[in-house]
């Protein structure tokens, strides 16, 4: 299971890759639902044949003391957040009212 699950994940960043050359790290684990820990971990291993721009940047928190949001790992890491919380306000907004829908049955359209 864990090499079909490697083969998969390296699948689904390879496609999109393929689909939208020069990425980010950031970019593709959103498209694809991969966590960014996992596709740096997929790089380095060497599974993948392209590797998305910023997958080298570094795994942990390098900000100063006292300070928070400043080094890439946490930049990555507000992104990742701001898009899964766009993604659930989108789902939450969204009624049935919205879109196409058929003409209820007894009106009929006007004609003028």
Do not use: K, W
Not at 14 to 25: G, I, K, T, Y
């Amino acid at each position: 299971p864990a090499c079909s699950l490697r083969l998969r994940d390296a699948h689904l960043i390879e496609s999109a890759l393929c689909s939208q050359p020069n990425q980010s790290v950031d970019r593709i684990s959103i498209a694809t639902g991969i966590s960014i820990e996992r596709i740096r971990e997929l790089a380095t291993e060497g599974a993948l044949a392209a590797i998305p721009v910023g997958a080298d940047m570094p795994t942990e928190c390098i900000c100063p003391p006292g300070v928070y949001g400043r080094c890439a790992h946490c930049r990555s890491r507000l992104a990742q957040r701001f898009a899964e919380a766009s993604y659930q306000a989108s789902r939450a907004a969204a009624t049935p009212n919205h879109g196409m829908r058929m003409r209820e049955p007894g009106r009929t359209r006007r004609r003028s």
